[in-house]
């Protein structure tokens, strides 16, 4: 893979991550507000569990930019599934993280189109990335084959 899209793919998976990282605020807080309700203190919107999602979908999606962007060297795929690979989990990593913090923030899940427009746009998101992470890793299993 190219370095410069390597670098690109290091840069998204680096700030995907401290997104990531993040969320793991508003978690935190909504995980103490949980266990106890009376304590007075900050109450994040939305629920543990969409924090948590939030959270983990950064670490996640960013800790797989960085290892396929580091395995990129392995891989033999043409200048255009390297742009498929790297673009497409870019996107992924993006649409998975901004859908998983409009979820706790707006109330919404993001699993059918419809429910008002922040679920619509959580569920376009999450089926973007889908499509995108399908692609992408099949042409990294696709380059990871391949002889030389």
């Given at each position: ?95 998975n993280m901004s859908a998983s913090i409009i979820g706790p923030i707006f109330g919404g899940r ?6 008002g427009v922040s679920n619509s746009i959580m569920f376009v998101l999450f089926i973007a990335a ?19």
């Open positions: 893979m190219n370095e410069r899209l390597q670098r690109i793919m290091i840069a998204n998976g680096a700030l995907v991550f401290l997104v990531g990282m993040g969320a793991g605020f508003p978690f935190g807080f909504a995980i103490l507000a949980e266990a106890a309700p009376d304590a007075g203190g900050w109450k994040p919107p939305g629920d543990v569990r969409g924090w948590k999602m939030a959270h983990l979908e950064g670490v996640l999606n960013g800790l797989t930019l960085i290892a396929v962007a580091a395995a990129g060297d392995k891989l033999r795929l043409s200048p255009r599934l390297q742009s498929l690979v790297a673009w497409g989990l870019i996107i992924t990593s993006w649409g993001g699993l059918e189109f419809g429910g889908v499509f995108t992470v399908i692609a992408s890793m099949g042409a990294v299993f696709k380059g990871a084959i391949a002889r030389e």
